[in-house]
């Protein structure tokens, strides 16, 4: 039995760097991460400037092939979070630039996949926190678009959304619909139990963070319709911010010896339900 986390951050410079996480992580039993980009500024990049979003990309590519040099499973994922949106906002950038900016930052997401560097778009999407109403519509514009792209490489999405139960889901359901959106390639990051069964069954993958009291134990409980994530953001200022992947890891495996969940349930949302999303890069080795 192995865990594998779908969302996870790493950063040498504020924490302790994809490769001493990939071996924690190997340790506690882990065998596949799925590493997504970071915000700029958390790399002490620029946002709004088009050469630190490239070394941002860059840095999540090598990251992820630093976690396979420490035999744990990886891909890339890379993208703009909607913070970074929202921060050219308020930077006083129009919204017109802003979405050509955000776009822009989709496309160089697909280049990278069609050149095989990366596996997906992400993440992108809303804020999780109050914003004014065009900011929110600038955002569901460049997700609508990312998705696109994605369909059209048939490449992972990652979302990043406020967690507003069905209303968020139906809302994303439609996006994807009219993005033409392939199945199961769209994934709620950091999704809430009550919208495993209605994301799954329109096609989009829940991401369950498993550092969240309770929330594990309850998505467990209506089948193995999702994935699980650390979200792990790999910064030694905020120590407990969200789970490692290594305790992530070994909570699940103690799970399954105290008989609070099967193999096979860990099989399925571990190794099934991430091969139908990574394809062979997910699957056991």
Request: charged share 25%; net charge negative; proline share 6%.
């Amino acid at each position: 039995m192995a865990v594998a986390d779908n969302h996870a951050h790493v950063n040498e410079f504020t924490g302790l760097g994809p490769t001493e996480v990939a071996r924690r992580f190997r340790r506690s039993g882990g065998r596949f991460m799925v590493v997504v980009s970071l915000l700029t500024w958390s790399l002490g990049l620029q946002p709004g400037e088009k050469a630190s979003v490239e070394r941002l990309y860059e840095y999540t590519v090598r990251s992820a092939a630093r976690v396979r040099g420490e035999g744990v499973g990886s891909v890339a994922v890379v993208g703009l979070h909607p913070a970074e949106c929202y921060r050219l906002v308020e930077m006083g950038w129009p919204i017109e630039k802003v979405e050509d900016f955000m776009r822009w930052a989709v496309d160089l997401a697909g280049r990278l996949i069609r050149e095989g560097a990366a596996v997906g778009i992400g993440e992108i999407g809303r804020p999780h926190w109050p914003v004014p109403p065009e900011v929110r519509a600038l955002c569901d514009r460049v997700m609508e678009y990312g998705i696109g792209i994605a369909r059209d490489l048939d490449a992972v999405v990652h979302l990043h959304l406020e967690r507003e139960g069905e209303n968020t889901l139906l809302s994303v359901a439609e996006i994807a619909r009219r993005a033409g959106a392939r199945p199961y390639r769209v994934v709620m990051h950091h999704a809430e139990p009550s919208v495993v069964v209605g994301a799954w069954e329109r096609g989009l993958v829940p991401s369950v963070p498993v550092g969240r009291r309770g929330e594990f134990e309850e998505a467990a409980g209506m089948g193995p319709m999702f994935v699980v994530e650390s979200d792990f953001i790999d910064d030694n200022r905020r120590p407990g911010a969200v789970i490692p992947p290594w305790t992530m890891a070994a909570k699940l495996l103690r799970a399954v010896e105290q008989g609070r969940i099967s193999g096979d349930f860990l099989r399925a949302i571990c190794v099934d339900n991430m091969v139908r999303l990574y394809g062979d890069a997910a699957a056991p080795t």
